[in-house]
């Protein structure tokens, strides 16, 4: 299980595992609940490489990313072994 700690959002953490190169288990700590959840099963078991391809640069209102641009910083973390 890996956790990483969202910046500029309103969820705290992502908590998520990849397997063989696929996403799964996926959750979000705050943020809007509905909205996130939807994500994690939508996600769940698809490629790092497809879910960052999709979600990264998604922005949220003013702000320059999402809790869906940040689930792509921690899944490329974990890749990387930064966390």
């Keep these: 299980m890996h956790s990483f700690t969202t910046r500029g959002v309103c969820s705290r953490q992502i908590d998520f595992d990849i397997v063989d190169g696929k996403v799964h288990n996926v959750s979000f700590v705050g943020g809007c609940n509905g909205n996130l ?47």
């Design 37 to 83: 959840k939807a994500i994690s099963k939508l996600i769940e078991g698809q490629s790092v490489d497809w879910v960052v391809s999709v979600l990264e640069g998604n922005t949220c209102g003013k702000r320059s990313t999402s809790c869906a641009d940040q689930l792509t910083q921690a899944l490329k973390a974990a890749e990387a072994g930064e966390i």
